[in-house]
């Protein structure tokens, strides 16, 4: 399918998905009203009310931050599986989820940056994103370069001792809630969205949109395999540094500021491939918008379910995206790379 016709579409679904969702809750607003609120503080105009609270101070930036958590989690998820050219590959193979769960961990158990406020838990979990990602980079070069092998092995084995560090933190912890609040973490959460916290993540996601479109070529050349984007001239060895390094800082601040929301970054480039083909031109752009759309909907469906409370993100993701992948996975066309 041309590429033109899904994007319209999802341009037209996100603002209209953002208005309703931002009406769902454990009080719902009329969608009337959130667009007559929006409307208002766009223009300055009318007086604060209880809906206009609700909508614009507590609502709004967590939809806000779903669609660009969804996004960022769709596009690494791309990048990630050309990079390593595996299908099962996700953001958080290379043991970047399991870093910053290490730095939350460090956080809720020690107080950690502390002096940070409400921001400690989000800055200790980046600076563990980041931390983690330094190390796979380094040994894995260290080891004899980036190549997916490598890069797969030693993301799994340094994941399995972060997740033992965030372990024993959480073993020798006084806190008896430690256990409880890391693991909600670690399951995705927006609880905290507010509207300081969009613009880090917005730009991370928007550069690393524009470098990935700037080497769609070069991608498409990666994923039919090494020897045929060397004898296309492709810089291989550059290209894995870049797409590493641009994987790794934009799952660290995407979880950063909402934890580890797992299975988008695994479907959705599935599901884009399938709707629009794996040129990543085409795909790269329908994979951001199709992972905002759906996440706008799996935190609506988060909040809504056992409102007043709130369901961990990833619960939704896989309840809700396994049956739907695997259903369009059975198409038989379907195929990934050189696999049929």
């Not at 959480?170 to 430690?178: L, T, Y």
């Not at 935190?299 to 007043?308: G, I, L, N, Q, S």
């Amino acid at each position: 399918m041309p590429a033109a016709p899904v994007v319209i579409v999802l341009l037209v679904a996100i603002p209209l998905s953002i208005a309703a969702a931002t009406g769902i809750g454990a009080s719902d607003v009329p969608i009337s009203e959130v667009i007559s609120v929006i409307v208002n503080r766009l223009n300055h105009a009318g007086a604060p009310n209880v809906a206009d609270t609700i909508v614009w101070n507590i609502r709004l930036p967590r939809v806000l931050l779903a669609a660009i958590v969804g996004a960022g989690l769709s596009l690494a998820g791309t990048i990630i599986q050309t990079l390593v050219r595996n299908p099962l590959a996700d953001p958080f193979l290379l043991g970047i989820s399991s870093g910053a769960g290490m730095g939350a961990s460090a956080v809720i158990t020690l107080g950690v940056f502390g002096a940070a406020g409400l921001w400690a838990l989000s800055l200790g979990a980046l600076v563990g994103s980041l931390t983690a990602a330094a190390l796979v980079f380094g040994i894995t070069l260290l080891q004899g370069g980036l190549t997916p092998l490598r890069l797969v092995l030693t993301g799994t084995v340094l994941s399995s001792a972060f997740s033992s560090v965030s372990s024993c933190l959480i073993f020798r912890s006084a806190e008896p809630q430690a256990a409880q609040s890391v693991l909600f973490w670690l399951l995705g959460s927006l609880s905290g969205a507010d509207w300081s916290k969009l613009l880090l993540p917005f730009l991370a996601v928007v550069l690393a949109h524009g470098v990935a479109q700037a080497a769609a070529g070069w991608l498409d050349a990666l994923a039919t395999g090494v020897d045929a984007a060397l004898s296309l001239g492709v810089p291989v060895r550059q290209l894995r540094v870049l797409l590493f390094v641009l994987q790794s800082g934009l799952v660290g601040v995407v979880v950063a500021v909402s934890g580890g929301i797992g299975f988008v970054g695994l479907v959705v480039p599935h599901m884009a491939r399938i709707l629009v083909g794996a040129r990543h031109r085409s795909m790269l752009p329908v994979s951001l918008l199709l992972g905002a759309f759906l996440m706008i909907w799996v935190d609506a469906a988060a909040r809504a379910t056992a409102a007043p409370m709130e369901v961990p993100l990833s619960v939704v993701t896989g309840l809700v995206g396994a049956p739907v992948f695997l259903l369009l996975l059975g198409r038989r066309r379907y195929r990934f790379g050189d696999e049929s």
